[in-house]
């Protein structure tokens, strides 16, 4: 692939940390969790005090080093950006917008779908999420194996770990999310199909 202009790279981080936030404030609405790092936040979100976006970035910050480690400077400092901005987008949302009344299923459906979509424009333009997302680019770098099925693994483990907390109908409907959101990853992100250069 021809690579990326430094402006269609920034523009493509807003945007996608734009729609994971999007995606994250319908799973909120609806007292939702999904998988990976934003599960983890999602859930203590619930059982503490601090902001999604604290625990968030807090999730994410050991996989930061990862990322610079094996994808390179650009790629690290590109994820923590994109990081930092899905924190603040995801805390700045309750103000501008206020839900009356949220159905569940649609906030897993829409929500997934967000996340997604701004999680493949995102690793498309040499960034990822940080957390779990790293961790998968590594194993589709190093093995071959797509984004979207180790972060399904990843996920229902995530998923499963909230069962002591949440329930039954809330976990169903969070899985539901989670699957959304990785079949968007597990259809458009092949290794064969988009290559994405992880420059130093």
Known sequence: ????????????????????????????????????????ALLLNQL??????????LCNAPFYLLAWKRFGRQ????????????????????FLILFTHANGIYCAVTGGLLMGVGMLILFRHRSSLGGFNVFCLFVQ?????????????IDASVVCASLFYLSPYTIAVS??????????????????????????
């Open 75 to 94: 790629f690290a400092l590109n994820s923590l950006i994109s990081g930092l901005l899905v924190a603040l987008f995801a805390d700045q949302f309750s």
């Open 48 to 57: 503490t005090p601090f902001s999604f976006g604290v625990l968030y970035f």
């Open 141 to 153: 770098d190093k093995f071959g194996i797509s984004v979207g099925k180790t972060q399904l693994c």
């Open 1 to 40: 692939m021809e690579k990326h202009t430094f402006q269609e790279d920034i523009i493509a981080i807003i945007t996608g940390s734009f729609l994971v936030a999007q995606g994250i404030m319908f799973l909120q609405a609806a007292h939702l969790i999904t998988g990976g790092t934003a599960g983890l």
């Open 175 to 200: 899985v539901l999310s989670a699957l959304v959101l990785n079949v968007v990853l597990a259809m458009n992100h092949k290794p064969s199909r988009y290559t994405v250069t992880y420059g130093s």
